[in-house]
Structures are given as C-alpha cells and as structure tokens.
C-alpha cells in the first residue's frame, strides 16, 4: 500500500519549492507529480493530429517520492504515514503523530 496516492494533498519537505502545498496529479513508481509544483518550461513540436500547437508549454516535473509528506489538515502541517488494519479487515493509512484514520 502507497503511502501517497493520487488526490491526496502534500507538503514538499525540500528542495527549491519547500513548504508549497499541492495535490498529487500522479504516482508513477516512487516519483509524484504535484499540481503547479516543480514546474519546467517544455519545447514542444506542433501536432495537427492531435491538434496540439507548438510552442513553450510549462507543466510540472516530478517529484521524488521521498521529498514530500501527506497534508494533515488538523494540526495543518505534513505528518508521516503509517498503515493498520481494521477489525473488519481493511488496511487503512493512519498520521503517525495522531493515529487518525486518512482514509475515509
């Protein structure tokens, strides 16, 4: 089980953009692509099949997975991650500091 999934609000804990917020677009093996975080100026070809244009298209670099942490809203600060099983079987991910359940 990932302890970031897609959807989920993170803290970046460091490199240039530390301390921005964002949420996950993606999760492509142990690297994240955080919505207007780390972003790169890409040179792009025109493609009339797809009818997409050429030009400088500025979009998000990934992160690695390891350089950010899961948001937790109530003490308003990113928090680590554990994982524990329900009574009725389920596996849920859980803030570290507080044992509150993440997932709904």
Do not use: C, W, Y
């Amino acid at each position: 089980m990932n302890r970031i999934r897609k959807g989920d609000q993170v803290v970046v804990i460091t490199g240039k953009n530390k301390g921005q917020r964002g949420e996950v677009l993606r999760v492509a093996g142990d690297r994240v692509f955080v919505q207007n975080i780390n972003l790169v100026k890409r040179h792009t070809k025109p493609n009339p099949q797809a009818n997409q244009p050429g030009g400088i298209v500025e979009r998000e670099a990934s992160i690695h997975i390891s350089n950010v942490m899961l948001f937790n809203p109530a003490s308003n600060r990113g928090e680590r991650v554990g994982h524990k099983t329900l009574d009725d079987g389920r596996k849920v991910r859980t803030f570290r500091s507080s044992g509150e359940v993440v997932d709904a």
